[in-house]
Nanobody
Framework: VQLQASGGGLVQAGGSLRLSCATSGLRRGDNVLGWYRQAPDKERELVASITTGGNFHYIDDVEGRFTISTDNAKNTVYLQMNRLNTEDTATYYC??????????????WGQGTLVTVSS
C-alpha cells in the first residue's frame, strides 16, 4: 500500500488549497481515510476523516472550512481547505486505517505535505 500526498504550498491567510492523496494497493473494506496535521512543536492531530460507509468527522477548528472527499475512480482522497489562517500552518499527512470485523488490521501513512499560511 502506498499513499502519495501532494498539494501543499504557501498561501495567504483567507486563501484556499486542495490537498490530494493518491492511494495504491488498498483493498476494499472497512477503511477510514483521514488527514492529519502536525505543526512545529505540536503533536500530530486528526483534521478530518471519512469512512467507506460515508461518515465524516472534522475537528471543530476546521468544521465549515475544510472538506474531505474521495474519488474512487482515481483512488484519491482530497482535503479542500478554505479560509485558511496562520493556525493551519502544518505538515499534513494522509492516513488509511483498515479494519476487519471491527479490529484495526493496518495503518498506513503518506509522506507529509507542508502547508504554510502567511498573514
Amino acid at each position: 500500500v502506498q499513499l502519495q500526498a501532494s498539494g501543499g504550498g504557501l498561501v495567504q491567510a483567507g486563501g484556499s488549497l486542495r490537498l490530494s492523496c493518491a492511494t495504491s494497493g488498498l483493498r476494499r473494506g472497512d477503511n477510514v481515510l483521514g488527514w492529519y496535521r502536525q505543526a512545529p512543536d505540536k503533536e500530530r492531530e486528526l483534521v478530518a476523516s471519512i469512512t467507506t460507509g460515508g461518515n465524516f468527522h472534522y475537528i471543530d477548528d476546521v468544521e465549515g472550512r475544510f472538506t474531505i472527499s474521495t474519488d474512487n475512480a482515481k483512488n484519491t482522497v482530497y482535503l479542500q481547505m478554505n479560509r485558511l489562517n496562520t493556525e493551519d500552518t502544518a505538515t499534513y499527512y494522509c492516513n488509511v486505517k483498515m479494519y476487519r470485523l471491527g479490529t484495526r488490521v493496518a495503518d498506513y501513512w503518506g509522506q507529509g505535505t507542508l502547508v504554510t499560511v502567511s498573514s
